[in-house]
């Protein structure tokens, strides 16, 4: 069955939003403590991880050394090198699917995207579980039972530090361009049952 | 496929919902914060409702102290949240809220106060009167190295050596047409003749030079409207050039003075000497440039017309007047620019403290000396009673007032009425070394009477004003310009020496308030023993009467003060050196590059210092190295200084700041273990932050 005219729309539409959440970050970090307070912060983008200043990063760094935390580099999460290849697959298959204009192509692209978000989703909270977890046995401040993993959503307390953390303008593009497509989708299913069931009935009358 | 749908659906409404809600927006500090402000606000808007009730009352000509007002402040202060002391009477109760600051708020104005014998510039806040920051200039800091560090020693290189102690007077900052610009600070050194810039940027001293040909560089640096020159003249009349002639040939004026001219670079701030001008061998004093319609001019008081070489104090007050002399800063510049100057041989030095690199000291030979004879027009002496002191232009430019100190009233001089007189024979008394001598009536614009005992130096508030420090008598008085009558008059406690207005000497004053800086303190403060710290009062000029609000002591001896709105400098403060932009020749940029270098018995030690350690770890010398600790922070954090110390260094600590680099020199002397620590509290491990050096034996 070919694509709903409406949805060609819709489809487009999310590949406007993808294409947007390139220039946004995906997910933003924000630290406040006593001799804070101006707060330091990192956001992570498709591709990167920057500081909100300047020097934010090698700051939190710095701070994190003392409770034996890794060392934040973009360079050792690989998640950052593929990430932005594989939006632009999603863009790719999805402009594709406006050109070869079937809806099986649509329902395959939705549950692509479904895949890779929850994985996205779980990957992200898995690496703030280790990069909390995984202290360096010689760090000079241990805490007994004390573990470091940063909120996944929301504010917490880790020793004189206020963290929060939360989705940015590119997460919520990436969330768009996802409820566009949910909403093609169902709207070619309900368009496809309403037809049989139309067809259908014309059969019995035919008959 | 249903239930995946349902999931994803969930998910995003729920992420929709926080966002919408703001809630994983407003973070718990932020908002602690927006609470902070609002207290502020109300003790703002208190402070507003008590300037306003000092104005009201000062109008009514009486003292605002009715039961009724001290209610009002009561409840007022009670609302916003302050508990005050109900037997404190309102008065003080007016002059607390208008001084307080509240814990983490920002004061209104920098005042950078000179020191005196001190040599340096103190930072306060104003209206609080809190210290903020010592600014080492013209003498040793081993508080933070200045002086003894490798990178700042040479900044007080002279002809004379290194000298370390200097006396600093009066601090001025830069104008912009005018008005105050917030780049530079000047600063006269006295003793040493020097002038000084510091960088407004970053709060430091970034050059110094040197005056050749003068003794007691005191009235200085004074700038011209566009800070195009600073002028400095000679206390002290010497030989010049200097030679050893009999001390009682002064009266015999084989001693001379010296106006210099120091162009300023409109964009770097260097300072370089243009020329001096040979003038009569009295002792100038303070100085002030003119504005607008006097912008070419610049006027100097003069004291010892007697030329008298002993027993100043008495010898030096026979004549009922001295001079004002009023020199044409433009002329003189075209009479160097045309060669009417001729060169002689003396020797000077400029030293220039480049950011975050070591000091470039440059040494002068020649010198351009101008005879007024060769240049004429550019000098005239406007008499003036007696030993004035303060040579003070109005905001318009057309009033000079000077400090008539032992006289009992203050002259005003008219700038138009000067320039009608100068050319014409008429009003010519005499004529001093090609300097012609004007009437005193020709030039006078009024003369203040019975103003106080001892006037000294007045500042003005832009809205028709003048306010004169009184020493004798101890005490300011208000006065209007034009009508020339004292409108009111404070209490110094006591004997003020010279005063100071935010713009007080500029084209366009901010007269919020005045700071008295006087001389002597006696019980202001509880007893430390004999020697005590200079006293500062705070006056507040909001309404007509001037009511006194803090008093504070202050660092060595303040001459005279500069305020600055806070606006004007308080973004532009430097954080942090970028360590991406230092270009210091042994700066060491990461801890993989941290090295000791041998040539010879030289030790260059490429070291880094970050939270807590510095590397290398280790050290090792031999007996009879020399040893060059070149300290680099690596920190790029705001207010996140190392200090670097070793045992039985002869040279101070010093202190480094994020992104810069310091370099300590150590002499290995004998052999054994000799620690070395960050001497400035820096982190949780801190105390942690120390390591070791090993001095082998030969």
């Known amino acids: 069955m070919r694509v709903l005219k409406f949805n060609h729309v819709l489809v487009g539409l999310s590949i406007i939003f993808m294409f947007g959440a390139y220039f946004f970050p995906i997910w933003q970090i924000r630290l406040a403590a006593p001799q804070y307070p101006e707060g330091l912060g990192m956001e992570i983008w498709l591709n990167k991880i920057v500081g909100v200043g300047e020097f934010d990063l090698q700051n939190i760094n710095l701070l994190n050394h003392y409770i034996g935390m890794a060392t934040i580099n973009e360079h050792n999460i690989s998640e950052l090198q593929y990430m932005p290849y594989m939006v632009f697959a999603l863009m790719f298959f999805s402009f594709i699917i406006l050109c070869i204009d079937r809806s099986f192509a649509l329902n395959l692209l939705f549950k692509g995207l479904l895949a890779i978000g929850l994985v996205g989703v779980f990957d992200f909270w898995y690496w703030e579980y280790s990069y909390g977890h995984n202290l360096n046995p010689k760090a000079s401040i241990k805490i007994p039972g004390m573990t470091y993993q940063p909120p996944f959503l929301g504010c917490e307390n880790l020793l004189n530090i206020v963290a929060c953390s939360y989705p940015g303008i590119g997460f919520i593009l990436i969330g768009l361009a996802g409820f566009c497509i949910f909403i093609a989708v169902f709207k070619q299913k309900i368009v496809e049952i309403l037809k049989s069931t139309a067809e259908k009935e014309l059969e019995e009358i035919v008959e | 496929m249903l239930k995946a749908k349902t999931l994803f659906w969930a998910v995003l409404s729920a992420l929709i919902i926080q966002v919408g809600c703001g809630k994983s927006i407003e973070l718990p500090f932020l908002k602690k914060g927006s609470k902070e402000v609002k207290v502020n606000k109300e003790v703002k808007i208190n402070k507003e409702v008590a300037i306003e009730n000092v104005t009201k009352e000062g109008s009514k000509d009486e003292l605002v102290d009715s039961e009724m007002n001290i209610g009002e402040n009561m409840e007022k202060k009670e609302e916003a949240g302050v508990s005050m002391n109900l037997s404190l009477p309102s008065d003080e109760v007016i002059a607390a809220s208008m001084t307080y600051v509240a814990p983490g708020s920002y004061d209104e104005f920098y005042w950078f106060m000179s020191g005196g014998y001190s040599g340096q510039v103190s930072v306060y806040g104003i209206p609080s009167g809190r210290l903020f920051k010592i600014i080492p200039v013209f003498s040793l800091f081993p508080e933070n190295g200045y002086g003894f560090e490798e990178e700042t020693k040479d900044m007080l290189l002279t002809s004379y050596g290194h000298i370390p102690w200097d006396d600093s007077h009066h601090p001025e900052v830069s104008l912009t047409k005018g008005e105050q610009d917030g780049r530079w600070l000047f600063i006269n050194g006295n003793n040493t003749p020097r002038i000084a810039r510091i960088d407004l940027k970053s709060f430091e001293t970034t050059q110094i030079i040197e005056i050749p040909n003068s003794a007691g560089n005191h009235g200085s640096p004074f700038l011209t409207e566009n800070t195009e020159y600073l002028m400095a003249s000679t206390r002290f009349s010497i030989p010049i050039l200097q030679s050893n002639v009999a001390i009682q040939d002064a009266a015999k004026g084989k001693f001379k003075g010296t106006i210099s001219l120091v162009s300023v670079d409109k964009d770097t701030g260097d300072m370089n000497l243009k020329g001096q001008v040979l003038v009569p061998g009295y002792d100038y004093d303070i100085a002030h440039c003119g504005k607008g319609a006097s912008h070419d001019w610049c006027f100097f008081t003069s004291y010892n017309t007697e030329q008298a070489y002993e027993m100043l104090e008495s010898n030096s007050a026979k004549n009922e007047k001295d001079y004002i002399l009023a020199f044409n800063w433009v002329g003189a510049q075209k009479c160097f620019n045309d060669g009417k100057a001729k060169n002689v041989t003396t020797a000077y030095y400029r030293n220039t403290h480049p950011e975050n690199k070591p000091t470039v000291s440059e040494k002068f030979t ?32 057309e009033y000079i007032v000077a400090g008539g100190k032992l006289a009992s009233m203050i002259p005003v001089h008219s700038f138009s009425k000067f320039m009608q007189a100068k050319d014409n024979m008429d009003s010519r008394e005499s004529v001093i070394d090609g300097i012609p001598v004007l009437k005193y009536e020709s030039t006078l614009a009024a003369e203040v009477s019975k103003p106080c005992i001892g006037p000294l130096h007045t500042e003005f508030d832009g809205n028709g004003y003048g306010y004169t420090s009184c020493f004798v008598s101890s005490e300011v008085v208000k006065w209007k310009l034009g009508t020339w009558e004292i409108v009111d008059r404070v209490p110094s406690y006591y004997s003020i020496g010279h005063l100071s207005i935010s713009g007080g000497d500029s084209a366009k004053p901010n007269p919020k308030y005045l700071l008295a800086l006087n001389k002597i303190t006696k019980d202001r403060y509880l007893p430390v023993g004999a020697e005590l710290a200079h006293s500062a009062q705070l006056y507040s000029l909001g309404g007509d009467k001037m009511k006194l609000l803090l008093d504070f002591p202050t660092v060595g001896e303040p001459h005279y003060a500069q305020g600055v709105p806070a606006s004007l400098l308080q973004d532009n403060a430097q954080r942090i050196y970028r360590l991406d932009h230092n270009a210091h020749p042994y700066a060491t940029k990461q801890e993989s590059e941290a090295k000791v270098v041998r040539a010879k018995n030289v030790v260059h030690v490429y070291m880094t210092a970050i939270r807590s350690h510095f590397k290398p770890d280790t050290v090792e010398v031999k007996v009879g190295d020399v ?46 273990i000799y620690p070395f620590y960050c001497s400035d509290f820096c982190s949780a491990l801190h105390q942690e932050m120390q390591q070791y050096i090993l001095v082998k034996g030969k």
Request: glycine share 10%.
């Open chain 2, 366 to 397: 020649k010198t351009k000396l101008l005879d007024p004879k060769d240049c004429p027009g550019i000098m005239y002496y406007l008499p003036t009673p007696k030993n004035p002191h303060g040579c003070d232009v109005d905001p318009t430019g």
């Open chain 2, 627 to 672: 040893v060059y600790f070149h300290v680099t922070n690596l920190e790029q954090d705001y207010d996140i200084p190392h200090g670097f110390a070793v045992k039985g260094s002869k040279n101070s600590g010093v202190l480094i700041m994020p992104g810069q680099t310091k370099t300590v020199k150590w002499n290995a002397e004998k052999a054994g």
